[in-house]
């Protein structure tokens, strides 16, 4: 039987919080991951998009590195300031519009998919003697597929411990999958950049 908590996370699937809290200055502070070179959702540049994959693997592994501070369970069983976590995997933030690429410039997981993208197209439009010749296209769109999909799932987790009744062992089975979410989207991205660095990509 599907149990409670997965079926209301599978209820909210795509379900996104839109609004963002407080200042840009706030997001920094409070976040406080590695800045991105301010890719605008959208663009098609390829060195920026490949700084934001290093970057996004970099604040990744700040959140796992620091994972203790983020899946917090209080002495009453309940969860902690969630916000904190989903707001480095992209989860809180802003679809469209200025306050997007505002957030887009200190979160650099949000909207990773489009670095993906922008990499992909400019390894097929390259000639046959450039880095794109020589990259695995379709172990690389494999990869970030992989890589997207984890952190969903892991923000998803993330955002289900809000609904969860059982205390704190069902929280700590949450933050589990979320941590082993986050886990195979960092090793996601070491594929992803072994993988450019191989083919000889700018900036690797």
């Keep these: 039987m599907v149990p409670m908590i997965t079926a209301l996370m599978l209820c909210n699937v795509g379900r996104r919080a839109v609004i ?5 200055a706030a997001h920094t502070s409070a976040v406080n991951v590695p800045r991105a070179a301010a890719r605008t959702p959208g663009s098609s540049d390829l060195r920026q998009s490949i700084e934001q994959i290093k970057d996004a693997r ?4 700040k959140l796992r590195d620091e994972w203790s501070t983020y899946a ?3 002495a009453e069983g309940r969860a902690g300031n969630i916000d904190a976590a989903r707001r480095i995997l992209g ?8 306050a997007a690429i505002e957030v ?6 949000y909207r990773i998919d489009g670095a993906f993208a922008a990499v992909r197209k400019a390894a097929l439009a390259s000639d046959g003697t450039s880095w794109g010749s020589a ?7 494999e990869q970030g597929e992989d890589i997207v999909f984890a952190l969903k799932r892991a923000d998803d987790s993330f955002y289900g411990v809000v609904f969860a009744s059982k205390g704190s062992q069902q929280l700590a089975k949450i933050y589990g999958e979320a941590r082993d979410s986050v886990d195979l989207s960092l090793r996601g991205f070491d594929s992803i950049l072994s993988l450019l660095k191989e083919s000889g ?4």
Excluded: C, H, N
């Design 201 to 204: 990509a700018p900036g690797l």
């Design 72 to 74: 917090v369970i209080d």
């Design 135 to 141: 990259l695995d296209v379709d172990a690389f769109v």
């Design 91 to 98: 989860g809180v933030a802003p679809q469209r519009g200025d």
């Design 104 to 109: 887009a410039k200190v979160t650099p997981l």
């Design 20 to 24: 963002v809290g407080g200042s840009i």
């Design 58 to 61: 970099a604040a990744l592994q």
